[in-house]
C-alpha cells in the first residue's frame, strides 16, 4: 500500500527565514508525488509535483522539493518564508486509477514577524 | 478556464435532514472524486468516477451516503438522513487521465462547508 508520514503537524517560522516541511513516503512501486496547498476557508491548490525525470521540482510560490529515493522522501522547501506562505500543506501520494490521491495529515505552517 | 464548481458553499441543516452537494467537474476531465475533510480523520477519499461511472465507493462511510455521476458535466453527493458527526468540508476534484497514465494533476473545487445540528 502506498502511504505518505509528514512529520510535524504544526511549523513556525520567521518571515525570511527557510521553510523546510517534511514527507516520507512508502510505496512498493515508484511513486507520484505531490504537495498541495489549503489557505484558510479554500480549496486544495497544487504547488508541485514529481512523476518522472528530475528529482529537484520547482512549484509555484517560490516552493520546492527532491524527490530522494535512498530516503524516501519528498521534502518542500522554500528559501525564504513570506507571511502569505501561512498556510496548511499536505503530502500526497498517487495511487493510481486516475491518480487517486492519499493525503499527509498536513503541515500547518505559522510565518512570524 | 472554470475550475471545479461546488454548490452550496456553505450548509447547515438539521439532524435527519437529506443533504445534497453537487458538483460540476473541469470540461473534458474523465475522473471525479469526492473527499471529505475533518479535523479528526484528515482529508479521505469517499468515491471516485472514471467516465460517470463509479469505480470505487470503499471510503464511503455508511449506506446514508449515496453519489451519483448522471452525465460528464455534474455530480452529486448525498447524505440521508445527516447526522451532527457528517459535519465536514466536502471536496469534489476532478482530473484527466488520458491513457490511464498516472501523475497527472487532481484540481479540486473549493468545497461545499457542511454543519449538521
Known amino acids: 500500500a502506498q502511504s505518505v508520514t509528514q512529520l510535524g503537524s504544526h511549523v513556525s517560522v520567521s518571515e525570511g527565514a527557510l521553510v523546510l516541511l517534511r514527507c516520507n513516503y512508502s510505496?512498493?512501486?515508484?511513486?507520484?508525488l505531490f504537495w498541495y496547498v489549503q489557505y484558510p476557508n479554500q480549496g486544495l491548490q497544487l504547488l508541485l509535483k514529481?512523476?518522472?525525470?528530475?528529482?529537484l521540482v520547482k512549484g509555484i510560490n517560490g516552493f520546492e522539493a527532491e524527490f530522494k529515493k535512498s530516503e524516501t522522501s519528498f521534502h518542500l522547501t522554500k528559501p525564504s518564508a513570506h507571511m502569505s506562505d501561512a498556510a496548511e500543506y499536505f503530502c500526497?501520494?498517487?495511487?493510481?486509477?486516475?491518480?487517486?490521491?492519499?493525503f499527509g495529515t498536513g503541515t500547518q505552517l505559522k510565518v512570524e514577524l | 478556464d472554470a475550475g471545479v464548481i461546488q454548490s452550496p458553499r456553505h450548509e447547515v441543516t438539521e439532524m435527519g435532514q437529506e443533504v445534497t452537494l453537487r458538483c460540476k467537474p473541469i470540461?473534458?476531465?474523465?475522473?471525479l472524486f469526492w473527499y471529505r475533510q475533518t479535523m479528526m480523520r484528515g482529508l479521505e477519499l469517499l468515491i471516485y468516477?472514471?467516465?460517470?461511472?463509479?469505480?470505487?465507493d470503499s471510503g464511503m462511510p455508511e449506506d446514508r451516503f449515496s453519489a451519483k455521476m448522471p452525465n460528464a458535466s455534474f455530480s452529486t453527493l448525498k447524505i440521508q438522513p445527516s447526522e451532527p458527526r457528517d459535519s465536514a468540508v466536502y471536496f469534489c476534484?476532478?482530473?484527466?487521465?488520458?491513457?490511464?497514465?498516472?501523475?497527472?494533476?487532481?484540481?479540486f473545487g473549493e468545497g461545499s462547508w457542511l454543519t449538521v445540528v
Open positions: 476534484a476532478s482530473s484527466l487521465a488520458s491513457g490511464g497514465s498516472s501523475g497527472n494533476t487532481i484540481y
Open positions: 510505496s512498493s512501486v515508484p511513486p507520484y
Open positions: 514529481y512523476t518522472t525525470g528530475a528529482t
Open positions: 500526497a501520494v498517487s495511487k493510481g486509477g486516475g491518480n487517486k490521491l492519499t
Open positions: 470540461s473534458g476531465h474523465d475522473y
Open positions: 468516477f472514471n467516465n460517470n461511472v463509479p469505480i470505487d
